[in-house]
């Protein structure tokens, strides 16, 4: 399919999509794991190697 052209190519010039994720837990998580999960999320997010990245391929807030 390499010569199939992308959809900015062939009809939306521009073309651009959005990405979204989320992380759920069972209701009675304890607040300790919530809170470590969160923690690590937020420190694995911030990474600043995993947003300059991000940042290239456009999937982190600028």
Known sequence: MTSLPTV?????????YGLWGGLF???DTP???V?????????F???PKL???GKRRRHCAQ
């Open 31 to 33: 607040d300790h794991i």
């Open 25 to 27: 837990a069972v209701a």
């Open 45 to 47: 997010l911030s990474d």
């Open 8 to 16: 900015a190519e062939s009809a939306v010039p521009g073309f651009g």
């Open 35 to 43: 809170n470590l999960l969160n923690k690590e999320l937020n420190a």
């Open 51 to 53: 947003r300059k990245d």
